[in-house]
């Protein structure tokens, strides 16, 4: 593949990425629970698995392991996250959601849904029958970058 081939589909992911993110970001309710972007997107990390390290926090969410240090700990004192241990290895930290964190994650899911929902109402049945097609087309090739 040529260079401009190359540059152009580059710049194609950038915008879809943005678009989504916009819209996704959007659809989300945390400002009023006064978390960050970088803290939600923690809670939602968490959500996905029982426990992390910091290291797979920081993955998760693409900062650095200070940063993600930095991002846990006023969730922790919020009640939203706990710290826990290793019974193999005391020296490693794990964190994950509290009930209350679980609970609140499962509702901005609701919330963001009914969102989202309400946005798809404005496409036709064609539109939305593409999007699907599109969407499933571009997790397979995304896949293979």
Do not use: W
């Not at 193999?88 to 009930?99: D, F, H, I, Q, Y």
Request: charged share 30%.
């Amino acid at each position: 593949m040529d260079s401009v081939s190359n540059e152009v589909n580059i710049t194609a992911l950038f915008e879809a990425f943005f678009t989504c993110q916009k819209i996704l970001l959007n659809s989300l309710d945390y400002k009023n629970f006064r978390l960050t972007r970088h803290q939600f997107y923690t809670l939602l990390a968490l959500s996905g698995e029982k426990r992390l390290t910091m290291g797979q926090v920081a993955e998760s969410i693409a900062v650095s392991r200070e940063q993600a240090t930095r991002i846990v700990a006023p969730l922790v004192e919020e009640g939203y996250v706990k710290r826990c241990y290793d019974e193999s290895n005391r020296k490693l930290v794990l964190v994950a959601l509290t009930e209350y964190g679980q609970e609140f994650i499962r509702k901005e899911k609701v919330y963001v849904r009914e969102q989202l929902a309400a946005r798809f109402e404005h496409l036709s049945q064609q539109e939305m029958e593409r999007f699907l097609k599109c969407v499933s087309e571009m997790k397979e090739i995304l896949k293979k970058l």
